[in-house]
């Protein structure tokens, strides 16, 4: 029985499951034909300096399937567009934080930017940030977290957060994750947080990955063919099970402005920015 505790909090608590790399992204451009936007002002530059590998799709939890060139270029134009909305909002993204860094696709982007002075991230599943402390670069800080709200930082000690791909996730104490986040990051500090919103849930059809991992859900089966309303305005589909990261969380519009709008000034919300995903621009008051 021993560890059984901690897999219900987290994920490969004991840090197994690492399946290999690849070779850096240079050598994958010629055979990938996913589309994406390649033609930001300093992508070449940045295909140059990234000399590490890349996690395999196992490692990346199956994102951009066999496209490696795409997946990496992703985590270029992610982190481009969060250092842009910081700087917008007149925050330098110098200490930064990925929340949910699964093996670093933006992490190791921002950590290759001059911009930024310290690079973290996190994951509740442990082969990933191990993934990391042994293959992107050494200054990067991997650490497992789980899903009790608590981080292992300072107060106001980081200028940007993100979130991609967490708060869908998150059945219980999104609110107290939130308050955690205000905790850590400094007056006029952005969080960037993705959700799947009451736009997400009017568009989604079979092929998405969304749709595709609500449908062995038995409480989404009468959602199958014709939605309509989202049920609630937060609303979650999760496994019968003890473990938690075990669900689809849906957030409507509304709701992320009346509650989450309670802990920080919500200053912008995107859709489907840049995939299937919303973004939530969320800012610490000064």
Same mark, same amino acid.
């Given at each position: 029985?021993?560890?059984?505790?901690?897999?219900?909090? /987290?994920?490969?608590?004991? @840090?197994?499951?690492?399946?290999?790399? *690849?070779?850096? +992204? $240079? &050598?994958?451009?010629? %055979?990938?034909?996913?589309?994406?936007?390649?033609?930001?002002?300093?992508?070449?530059?940045?295909?140059?300096?990234?000399?590490?590998?890349?996690?395999?799709?196992?490692?990346?939890?199956?994102?951009?399937?066999?496209?490696?060139? /795409?997946?990496?270029?992703? @985590?270029?134009?992610?982190?481009?567009? *969060?250092?842009? +909305? $910081? &700087?917008?909002?007149? %925050?330098?993204?110098?200490?930064?934080?990925?929340?949910?860094?699964?093996?670093?696709?933006?992490?190791?982007?921002?950590?290759?930017?001059?911009?930024?002075?310290?690079?973290?991230?996190?994951?509740?599943?442990?082969?990933?940030?191990?993934?990391?402390?042994?293959?992107?670069?050494?200054?990067?800080?991997?650490?497992?977290?789980?899903?009790?709200?608590?981080?292992?930082?300072?107060?106001?000690?980081?200028?940007?957060?993100?979130?991609?791909?967490?708060?869908?996730?998150?059945?219980?104490?999104?609110?107290?994750?939130?308050?955690?986040?205000?905790?850590?990051?400094?007056?006029?500090?952005?969080?960037?947080?993705?959700?799947?919103?009451?736009?997400?849930?009017?568009?989604?059809?079979?092929?998405?990955?969304?749709?595709?991992?609500?449908?062995?859900?038995?409480?989404?089966?009468?959602?199958?063919?014709?939605?309509?309303?989202?049920?609630?305005?937060?609303?979650?589909?999760?496994?019968?099970?003890?473990?938690?990261?075990?669900?689809?969380?849906?957030?409507?519009?509304?709701?992320?402005?009346?509650?989450?709008?309670?802990?920080?000034?919500?200053?912008?919300?995107?859709?489907?920015?840049?995939?299937?995903?919303?973004?939530?621009?969320?800012?610490?008051?000064?």
């Amino acid at each position: 029985m021993d560890g059984v505790w901690e897999e219900l909090i /987290s994920l490969n608590p004991r @840090g197994v499951g690492r399946s290999g790399v *690849l070779g850096p +992204a $240079a &050598e994958h451009r010629a %055979t990938d034909a996913h589309p994406i936007d390649w033609s930001a002002e300093d992508f070449e530059e940045a295909l140059v300096r990234d000399v590490y590998p890349l996690p395999t799709t196992a490692d990346r939890e199956g994102y951009y399937g066999p496209h490696h060139f /795409s997946y990496w270029a992703s @985590g270029h134009r992610d982190w481009r567009l *969060l250092a842009e +909305a $910081a &700087e917008r909002l007149g %925050t330098q993204p110098r200490d930064y934080l990925d929340f949910g860094c699964a093996t670093g696709r933006v992490l190791r982007h921002a950590a290759l930017d001059q911009r930024t002075r310290s690079v973290m991230g996190c994951d509740i599943n442990r082969a990933h940030t191990d993934w990391i402390a042994e293959h992107l670069p050494q200054d990067i800080v991997a650490f497992q977290n789980h899903s009790i709200p608590t981080l292992p930082l300072p107060d106001d000690s980081l200028d940007v957060v993100s979130a991609y791909s967490v708060f869908t996730h998150i059945e219980v104490f999104e609110t107290t994750w939130l308050m955690e986040l205000r905790r850590v990051l400094r007056p006029g500090g952005i969080a960037w947080v993705t959700i799947q919103s009451d736009l997400t849930w009017d568009a989604i059809e079979p092929g998405w990955p969304v749709y595709d991992g609500l449908a062995p859900f038995d409480d989404f089966a009468p959602y199958l063919d014709e939605r309509g309303t989202l049920p609630q305005p937060r609303t979650v589909f999760r496994y019968r099970g003890d473990r938690s990261y075990s669900s689809h969380v849906f957030y409507s519009r509304d709701y992320v402005r009346q509650v989450w709008g309670r802990i920080f000034d919500v200053v912008e919300q995107h859709h489907r920015l840049p995939d299937w995903q919303d973004v939530v621009v969320l800012q610490k008051p000064r």
